[in-house]
């Protein structure tokens, strides 16, 4: 009971980070920053959605071709696109996040290292641009490949009706905790090697939960959510982040 209660509140908390996160991105004059971020993030996503828009008749078709009966035909055909267009969006989202994440990391790290010393005073790193990268690609190829693992039999599962919703929950929630893992991670490079991060994100989960719910309801919203979905999660992250290690 009380480990359940500490993990809301963690939730709660990492949420209640974006509250403040617009304040500490004027004040610290963090903006400028995010510029190449925002334009790999929305290049990312409409690759995403170009590849839904063709891959899912493909898929659909595939999948329609696994009926061999004449009748009911149109009616799994329309099921099947649907089913595909899905599939695209749902694994292209993961896909999309990790992308973003790895590739923007080398422009995250100041940002977070910046929010670090406002709250800490002077904070000594030896990070370069390849080293950042090369840990981003690492800790995102391994949250993607894990993430997959487990969205592949929650996403067929999720297609069934009426008990369906509580898998899409899952699905939802397992997303946010790896967006949530990828913005705490940009704080985590200066203090932990690879294994200690992954530790101390599972240790304070509740925190990726909360950062990484608010991160996926951002980028439901067209346009400005891809624009500003960075910005705000990675300053949110950093500062709840920052907290817990200097605890």
Same mark, same amino acid.
Do not use: C
């Given at each position: 009971?009380?480990?359940?209660?500490?993990?809301?509140?963690?939730?709660?908390?990492?949420?209640?980070?974006?509250?403040?996160?617009?304040?500490?991105?004027?004040?610290?004059?963090?903006?400028?920053?995010?510029?190449?971020?925002?334009?790999?993030?929305?290049?990312?996503? @409409? +690759?995403?959605?170009?590849?839904?828009? %063709? $891959? =899912?008749? *493909?898929?659909?078709?595939? /999948?329609?071709?696994?009926?061999?009966?004449?009748?009911?035909?149109?009616?799994?055909?329309?099921?099947?696109?649907?089913?595909?267009?899905?599939?695209?969006?749902?694994?292209?989202?993961?896909?999309?996040?990790?992308?973003?994440?790895?590739?923007?990391?080398?422009?995250?790290?100041?940002?977070?290292?910046?929010?670090?010393?406002?709250?800490?005073?002077?904070?000594?790193?030896?990070?370069?641009?390849?080293?950042?990268?090369?840990?981003?690609?690492?800790?995102?190829?391994?949250?993607?490949?894990?993430? @997959? +693992?487990?969205?592949?039999?929650?996403? %067929? $599962? =999720?297609? *069934?009706?009426?008990?369906? /919703?509580?898998?899409?929950?899952?699905?939802?929630?397992?997303?946010?905790?790896?967006?949530?893992?990828?913005?705490?991670?940009?704080?985590?490079?200066?203090?932990?090697?690879?294994?200690?991060?992954?530790?101390?994100?599972?240790?304070?989960?509740?925190?990726?939960?909360?950062?990484?719910?608010?991160?996926?309801?951002?980028?439901?919203?067209?346009?400005?959510?891809?624009?500003?979905?960075?910005?705000?999660?990675?300053?949110?992250?950093?500062?709840?982040?920052?907290?817990?290690?200097?605890?």
């Amino acid at each position: 009971m009380l480990l359940r209660s500490t993990m809301l509140k963690n939730i709660l908390e990492g949420i209640q980070a974006y509250f403040s996160a617009f304040e500490l991105l004027n004040k610290l004059k963090l903006w400028k920053y995010f510029a190449i971020p925002i334009l790999i993030s929305v290049v990312t996503a @409409i +690759l995403v959605f170009v590849s839904a828009y %063709f $891959l =899912s008749a *493909i898929i659909g078709d595939q /999948i329609t071709s696994l009926w061999t009966f004449d009748w009911g035909k149109d009616v799994v055909s329309t099921i099947s696109n649907f089913i595909g267009g899905a599939i695209i969006i749902v694994f292209g989202l993961v896909i999309y996040r990790h992308v973003v994440m790895a590739f923007s990391a080398p422009f995250m790290s100041p940002v977070s290292e910046a929010i670090e010393k406002y709250y800490l005073g002077d904070v000594h790193t030896d990070a370069k641009f390849s080293i950042t990268l090369a840990r981003a690609i690492k800790i995102n190829a391994r949250n993607l490949f894990k993430e @997959i +693992l487990f969205i592949i039999p929650l996403f %067929f $599962l =999720s297609l *069934i009706p009426v008990i369906g /919703i509580v898998f899409t929950g899952l699905i939802f929630l397992i997303q946010a905790y790896y967006a949530g893992f990828g913005n705490m991670d940009y704080t985590l490079e200066r203090h932990y090697n690879y294994k200690d991060s992954i530790t101390f994100v599972k240790q304070h989960k509740g925190i990726a939960i909360g950062n990484g719910i608010v991160f996926m309801l951002l980028l439901m919203i067209p346009v400005i959510g891809i624009i500003l979905v960075l910005p705000l999660s990675v300053v949110s992250a950093t500062k709840e982040t920052v907290k817990r290690i200097h605890q």
